[in-house]
Structures are given as structure tokens and as C-alpha cells.
């Protein structure tokens, strides 16, 4: 199974303030295709995981273009610009290019 | 509007076989696939498995052997069944469009416990 590292595990971040998320995976992610299906999503507190980015780099529909999201190969990061507070919550990177799918183990971002 | 709702028993004992539902709207299940993805409490995501527009199926190598997930086009459901259910199984289950997974129901909370 492909094996998805994130660090840090947890952040804790003023409002206003730029953070990043690193996710490392054990195979490259690029598909036969030649697309990349690494995504992102944030797990708010008591919700469901809401998707914020996929393949990459493309911003889901309605997400705000604070996200942004890098990457290739086997090297991916999530980046944060000017944190609000509705960002809190647990930011999972997940792979859909082998069987079967994986998630990251998670970064919890909290707020100061 | 696309919607997903999960549905289940909420209590299951032991050994016994866990049965869900997956309800979608706005959405058909012949052009759409749909995946299981559960939470232990306090823990992360695991994918279980998918059923493509097709209707063919792929399962996590870690659980294939007690999983089954199947529909209904025309009642637009997805349904999982898990037999041999040990107290590990107990998490929230979700249900989510494809392998994108752009929309999710908002999960179903099963514990195992005699």
C-alpha cells in the first residue's frame, strides 16, 4: 500500500498568518494518465471531510483561493495563506492514483 | 444538488454482519461511482471500497475478504455489508462521490459491542 506521510502533525497559528503542510508519499502518484490524483481535504470538528483541493493543485468548487496547493511525484504541499478561523480543523492528504486509496495520518491546525 | 446519506443500525454485535446504506440525490449511479471510507473514533481515514458506474466493485486488500458493497440505480443506493465484526470495526462511516471524493454524507456512527 502507498504509505502517505504528513508533518507536522499539528500546528497551532495566528489569525492572518501563512502556514504549510507537507505530504510525502511512499510511490510516485502519477497515474498512467499522466495525472496526479493527490488531494486535499479538511475534516472540520464534527463534520465530514470537506475536499479543498484535488489533483494538486485545482481548488475545489467554492474554496476559498487562500488554499493552494504543490507538487509532484511523490512530494506535495498544502499551503494556507492568511489563516481564518473557520480553517481549524484536521487537513488530510489522500492518493487515488493505487489501490488501495490512502490517507495521511492528518495536521490538526488550531488556532492561537 | 448533490447529497449523500448514510444509514445503519448503529449497534452491532460481535461477529455479526453490519449492513449500510448509501442514499444519493442529484446525482445517478450509472454515470457516478461511490466509495466507503470509515473513522475509528480519535483516529484517521481508511478507504474500504468502491463500486464504479459500471457496477464493478474494488475493495482495501485489508478487509476484502469481509466485504461486499452493491446498489440500486433505481432507488439511487449503495449498500455495504461487513461480516465478522470484531470491536475494531467500530467507527463512523461515510460514503463519498467517486475516488475525487467532492461530496460526502455526513456519516454514520456504528459501534460493536455485545
Known amino acids: 500500500d502507498v504509505v502517505m506521510t504528513q508533518t507536522p502533525p499539528s500546528l497551532s497559528v495566528a489569525i492572518g498568518q501563512s502556514v504549510s503542510i507537507s505530504c510525502k508519499s511512499s510511490?510516485?502518484?502519477?497515474?498512467?494518465?499522466?495525472?496526479?490524483?493527490l488531494h486535499w481535504l479538511l475534516q472540520s470538528p464534527g463534520r465530514s471531510p470537506k475536499r479543498l483541493i484535488y489533483?494538486?493543485?485545482n481548488l475545489g468548487s467554492g474554496v476559498p483561493d487562500r488554499f493552494s496547493g504543490t507538487g509532484s511525484q511523490k512530494d506535495f504541499t498544502l499551503k494556507i495563506s492568511r489563516v481564518e478561523a473557520e480553517d481549524l480543523g484536521v487537513y488530510y492528504c489522500?492518493?487515488?492514483?493505487?489501490?488501495?486509496?490512502?490517507f495521511g495520518s492528518g495536521t490538526k491546525l488550531e488556532i492561537k | 444538488q448533490v447529497q449523500l446519506k448514510e444509514s445503519g443500525p448503529g449497534l452491532v454485535q460481535p461477529s455479526q454482519t453490519l449492513s449500510l446504506t448509501c442514499t444519493v440525490s442529484g446525482l445517478s449511479l450509472t454515470s457516478n461511482s461511490v466509495s466507503w471510507i470509515r473513522q475509528p473514533p480519535g483516529k484517521g481515514l481508511e478507504w474500504m471500497g468502491v463500486i464504479w458506474s459500471n457496477g464493478g466493485t474494488d475493495y482495501n486488500s485489508a478487509i476484502k475478504s469481509r466485504l461486499s458493497i452493491s446498489r440500486d440505480t433505481s432507488k439511487s443506493q449503495v449498500f455495504l455489508k461487513m461480516n465478522s465484526l470484531q470491536t475494531e470495526d467500530t467507527a463512523m462511516y461515510f460514503c463519498?462521490?467517486?475516488?475525487?471524493?467532492?461530496?460526502w454524507g455526513p456519516g454514520t456512527m456504528v459501534t460493536v459491542s455485545s
Open positions: 489533483q494538486v493543485s
Open positions: 489522500a492518493q487515488t492514483t493505487h489501490f488501495p486509496f490512502t
Open positions: 510511490q510516485s502518484l502519477v497515474y498512467s494518465d499522466g495525472k496526479t490524483y
Open positions: 463519498a462521490r467517486g475516488w475525487y471524493f467532492d461530496f
